[in-house]
Nanobody, 125 residues
């Protein structure tokens, strides 16, 4: 059973930075597509960024393109999300998620069958 544990959330000011981490265990890390999703109150869960199993392909939501960077360390079985130039609208519960494929990351929530418990990010104006 694959388990994901997020860390690194918290409170930041607009224009500031945060770095999220997601420790993954229980599977062959290098065979999983990984993604960061977020969900704000009253809104649907959405893909923020996804990365292929090899790390060679990244995909970003338009709203975070150029501000957020997803990366993975296959030796440490850890996923990261570097968030810069934060905006109040980035406030949400952030989840890391995974599914087993060597293909490109999907943006569909239903494709991901392993999820972390979430970490709160709050950006003040």
């Amino acid at each position: 059973q694959v388990q994901l544990v997020e860390s690194g959330g918290g409170l930041a000011q607009a224009g500031g930075s945060l770095r999220l981490s997601c420790a993954v265990s229980g599977g062959t890390f290098s065979e999983y597509v990984l993604g960061w999703f977020r969900q704000a109150p009253g809104k649907e869960r959405e893909l923020v960024a996804g990365i292929s199993a090899t790390g060679s392909f990244e995909d970003y939501a338009d709203s975070v393109q150029g501000r957020f960077t997803i990366s993975r360390d296959n030796a440490k079985s850890t996923l990261y999300l570097q968030m810069d130039s934060l905006k109040p609208e980035d406030t949400a519960l952030y989840y890391c998620a995974a599914y087993h494929t060597m293909g490109q990351p999907s943006s569909g929530v239903r494709n991901y069958n392993y999820w972390g418990q979430g970490t709160q990010v709050t950006v003040s104006s």
